[in-house]
């Protein structure tokens, strides 16, 4: 799983069955701290995540099929859950109440 | 799952068991400003996409999963339009790039 | 995919006995103008391509999709000759030219 923050929504007017009436949203991959780490993508929402939130996001097909209960679903990038906290070392590097 | 502008098609007439009659179509893939990011490749179109349009596409195994015969060995296919890519900064890239 | 031209093969008789009888072809990788980007890659063959042809190959999981690759070890296959194409509605490659 990767850490990423929310940028933007997806208009997606045609596509594989698979996706028709999920929310897909832009992300960035970012780093514990929350430094850019890699290039944006397009993730499938099942938690009600929006623009502005670091969320925890599945970047692999096996996993995003289980949470999605779509066995033969052409899917890769999931968002699972919203990031409360990032402790790093004792440190606490990303607090949610106070971004 | 990333972001691509469909750049070109491709012909190939000799290709692996199944995959007759897929499209198969250069994509750019793009950054979050629609500026590319990395190589061209080629991805099979899982709908009507054209060279310019504006879509989204899948990369490793999934890949073949979008299509009707799911056991060939496809790494990127095109799997849908984006219409709108709406940002905080209220750019919208569909609008900005095409 | 990406594209590549056949410019050799490979013959190794030792090696692991999962790879017996798999043909290896040398590939050099092109980009979308038809040009050399000066890397190269061995790939199985499930084609039937020969030496000079334009061809695209698959790589990763994707790879092993295939009967002659199928739980091998295996991250690259050729699966489809390419007769030509176009960028932005110009012709870059046609293969009864390429003499």
Request: aromatic share 4%; charged share 20%.
């Amino acid at each position: 799983m990767i850490l990423a923050d929310v940028i933007g929504t997806v208009v997606s007017p045609v596509q594989i069955p698979v996706l028709d009436g999920r929310k897909l949203l832009l992300l960035k991959p970012v780093s514990p701290s929350g430094e850019s780490a890699g290039q944006a993508r397009i993730g499938i929402d099942t938690i009600g995540a929006g623009v502005g939130d670091r969320v925890l996001v599945i970047q692999e097909g096996n996993s995003s099929r289980q949470v999605l209960d779509e066995p033969q679903g052409a899917v890769k990038t999931v968002i699972v859950g919203f990031v409360d906290e990032v402790e790093m070392a004792g440190e606490i590097v990303f607090d949610h109440a106070n971004s | 799952m990333f972001l691509a502008r469909v750049t070109g098609r491709l012909v190939a007439t000799i290709s692996y068991e199944g995959l007759e009659g897929v499209p198969l179509q250069w994509i750019q893939p793009l950054d979050e400003d629609g500026e590319a990011h990395g190589p061209q490749l080629v991805a099979c179109a899982a709908i009507g996409s054209g060279p310019g349009d504006l879509v989204h596409f899948v990369d490793g195994r999934e890949a073949a999963l979008a299509l009707e015969e799911t056991y060939v060995p496809v790494d990127a296919t095109i799997i849908g339009y984006v219409e709108q890519v709406q940002r905080a900064d209220t750019t919208d890239l569909a609008q900005a790039q095409s | 995919m990406m594209i590549s031209k056949v410019v050799g093969s490979v013959v190794a008789t030792q090696k692991d006995e999962k790879l017996a009888d798999l043909k290896l072809l040398v590939l050099e990788v092109h980009d979308q103008n038809g040009k050399g980007a000066g890397s190269y890659v061995v790939a199985v063959d499930s084609v039937g391509a020969g030496l000079g042809d334009m061809v695209l190959y698959a790589t990763g999981s994707s790879a092993r999709q295939t009967t002659l690759t199928d739980g091998r070890p295996c991250d690259a296959v050729t699966m489809a000759i390419v007769d030509s194409w176009d960028l932005g509605g110009d012709n870059v490659y046609e293969k009864w030219k390429d003499a």
